[in-house]
């Protein structure tokens, strides 16, 4: 074996490299130091940096051993060719230097390369090549946004906490088909709606609408722009809308003659060719219950709708019907069994616009998303619940379709429910739309019924006289255009319901819903039980109301914690504050509408938003009777001035029965009152 010999000396303060091949000598050095020393004729490398050794190799013995803080992080065996690198005991690189090859890995093989030994020659100068080829980029995930300008964009929009949040789904290509295109709804929503989901770039180029009504429409997508810009709630953009407008056509014909069927097949074939909607078609019935059935069986006969597939990329077809569905148990049956004959289950899609707001959705995160809320959503925390729809316009000169109506149909029986059974469900078994409508209905049937006398004990109807809204004078319902003098159809309601189940026996949800109220509100209340014992009972500013998590669905969409805090001082002084959450001012963008969110669904095919039949039917189950008992018992009408929260009887209705007691035998608060918002 070869003596060994001592490296050589550094040449130069500011020299970089110097190599003697004859002698095999290299030396390095980088800002006076000293950083390696090679003789590859004796095979002896070392390397120092900051006067520290990093390397010693004797070939003869295939032995490199390198050393930092005492670690070993290389070994080598040149007469076997072969190197071996571990960190962390994570291979990153193996060498064969007979061959001049070399690769690299991290987890799994990087690069390999070839060349022989002068390959092996170039490397050892070329150092970032030799071991550490440059990492691939990961693939990421362009996110769907809307192509503006910083410049164009609102403060809100820059806001940081939108940083982290995912994008949206874009829709399948499909043809969006609105029957009765020429009404208010399709101007006010659904066009404003379409609108807004291909300027978030949640709408492919394969998308189209086609309008179907009585009327002729001439210039139906020029209509359609007007409102747009009228009643879309973000600006409209040419470059948009004129996208937007290339798919926009009219299909004019009554409902029930066949010839208009067969328009509408013909121009949806021109929209597969032109658009590429590949069949798909959502038929959006935005018309009279009692034209649901004559168009159904109009888009099966021209065979617009068929069975649905299981197979993977098989075309669609849905059905989106508008609300009131029913006017009554019967009538609802009756439309399901006309449904049900040409669709399945599964394409029939029954909308409740409540369904689409924020804050209905997040009622289910907050409650399943967070540890600390569910174990307080029961009876053994919760005094009781309220909900409250509000308005302050009035029939808006709809009071022939009001007559018929009234609050309880048009309110109570759809949204109101649907709330209730969002705040009172068990968890869902999973985030499918059976799992979660199975629950609603479960909480549906577990509601006690309001029969006969109860009817008189358990809810308060009222009508609106004249009175001031917003500084206006303002003329009561029966002073409204098509309403009768002697009107009995009530503007408010307001009950007092139970649920029969373990969860929330004993605890009352107080329901309330009107028109001409001296706010427009919608949210759900939780009022938690008082305190067992007043500590601070004595303290300045102390009171007995109890914490209370409201959760605002319009306007101003959000939720807030009232709770008692200490006010700053040497004493002991307390006053109620809000630990407030605002969707636009969290999430720095502005809320979408409800029927952004329920149309996109649709065109998915994503149910979980959107009511089913037996749903549907076990709402009204529960309303009919209270009917029934209104009309037999002759329940009054109270009347109450317009800009007003309702008639006084109502107060009465949340106030706790005599001699009460709580679910743990307490005596139950001494005082309840409808909140103010």
């Not at 010693?56 to 060719?81: E, I, M, N, Y």
């Not at 088909?177 to 609108?195: H, N, Q």
């Not at 009107?487 to 649920?499: D, G, P």
């Not at 009232?562 to 307390?574: D, N």
């Amino acid at each position: 074996m070869e003596g060994r010999r001592e490296p050589a000396d550094t040449l130069g303060a500011a020299a970089r490299s110097v190599c003697t091949p004859a002698l095999g000598l290299h030396a390095r050095a980088r800002s006076a130091r000293p950083r390696s020393v090679c003789t590859p004729a004796l095979g002896l490398h070392a390397r120092a940096r900051s006067a520290r050794p990093r390397s010693v190799c004797t070939p003869a013995l295939g032995l490199h051993a390198r050393a930092r803080s005492a670690r070993p992080r290389s070994v080598c065996t040149p007469a076997l060719g072969l190197h071996a690198r571990a960190r962390s005991a994570r291979p990153r690189s193996v060498c064969t230097p007979a061959l001049g090859q070399h690769a690299r890995a991290a987890a799994s093989p990087r690069r390999r390369r070839d060349g022989g030994d002068g390959g092996a020659r170039r490397s050892a100068f070329r150092r970032r090549d030799r071991s550490y080829p440059t990492p691939r980029r990961r693939a990421s995930i362009v996110p769907v946004v809307a192509d503006r300008s910083s410049s164009t964009m609102t403060q809100a929009e820059k806001n940081p906490l939108r940083e982290g949040m995912p994008e949206e789904r874009t829709a399948s290509p499909a043809a969006l088909v609105i029957f009765g295109a020429s009404g208010d709804l399709t101007r006010r929503k659904l066009l404003p709606a379409v609108y807004n989901l291909a300027l978030s770039r949640l709408l492919t180029g394969g998308f189209a609408v086609v309008g179907v009504a009585r009327r002729p429409k001439p210039d139906f997508a020029q209509e359609m722009r007007e409102a747009v810009g009228k009643y879309s709630r973000r600006p409209l953009e040419e470059a948009s809308w004129s996208e937007l407008e290339k798919g926009i056509s009219y299909v004019q014909g009554s409902f029930d003659e066949p010839e208009t069927y067969a328009r509408l097949a013909a121009e949806l074939e021109r929209l597969d060719a032109e658009r590429g909607t590949r069949k798909n078609r959502v038929f959006y019935l935005a018309v009279a219950p009692d034209q649901f059935a004559p168009i159904v069986r109009g888009l099966r006969a021209a065979n617009l709708v068929a069975p649905p597939s299981h197979e993977k990329d098989a075309p669609f077809q849905h059905v989106v019907v508008e609300k009131p569905f029913g006017e009554d148990l019967e009538s609802a049956r009756a439309l399901n069994r006309d449904l049900l004959a040409h669709l399945a289950e599964s394409q029939i899609y029954r909308i409740d616009h409540y369904l689409g707001k924020e804050t209905v959705q997040n009622l289910l995160v907050l409650r399943f998303g967070n540890t600390i809320f569910e174990p307080l959503w029961s009876r053994q925390h919760v005094d009781h619940v309220q909900i409250t729809v509000a308005e302050e316009i009035g029939v808006e000169g709809r009071g022939k379709f009001y007559e018929k109506v009234g609050i309880t149909r048009d309110i109570v029986q759809n949204h109101a429910l649907q709330l209730l059974t969002l705040v009172a469900m068990e968890p869902p078994s999973s985030w499918d739309a059976d799992a979660v409508r199975d629950e609603k209905v479960k909480v549906l049937r577990t509601l006690r019924p309001i029969e006969g006398p109860d009817a008189l004990s358990s809810t308060v109807r009222g009508q609106y006289a004249a009175g001031i809204v917003r500084g206006e004078k303002v003329p009561g319902y029966t002073e409204e255009p098509d309403v009768a003098k002697d009107s009995m159809t009530e503007t408010y309601v307001a009950m007092k319901l139970h649920l029969d189940s373990w969860r929330w026996g004993g605890v009352p949800f107080y329901l309330r819903a009107g028109k001409r109220l001296a706010k427009r509100v919608a949210e759900v209340v939780l009022h938690f039980k008082p305190l067992p014992h007043g500590l601070f009972k004595g303290a300045p500013g102390a009171t007995e109301e109890p914490n209370a998590l409201v959760m605002r669905l319009q306007p101003d969409e959000g939720i807030s914690l009232r709770f008692a805090a200490k006010i700053p001082g040497s004493g002991i002084a307390i006053r109620g504050v809000t630990m407030d959450f605002r969707y636009g001012a969290a999430f720095g963008s502005s809320t979408p509408e409800a029927y952004e969110r329920l149309l996109l669904d649709a065109l998915r095919g994503d149910a979980t938003l959107f009511t089913r039949a037996d749903e549907v039917e076990a709402q009204w189950g529960f309303v009919d009777p209270i009917f029934e008992g209104w009309r037999t018992q002759n329940a009054p009408i109270a009347r109450y001035a317009a800009g007003t929260w309702g008639p006084p009887e109502a107060d009465a209705l949340v106030q706790p029965s005599e001699g009460a007691r709580g679910a743990c035998g307490e005596r139950t608060p001494p005082e309840r009152a409808w909140r103010r918002p």
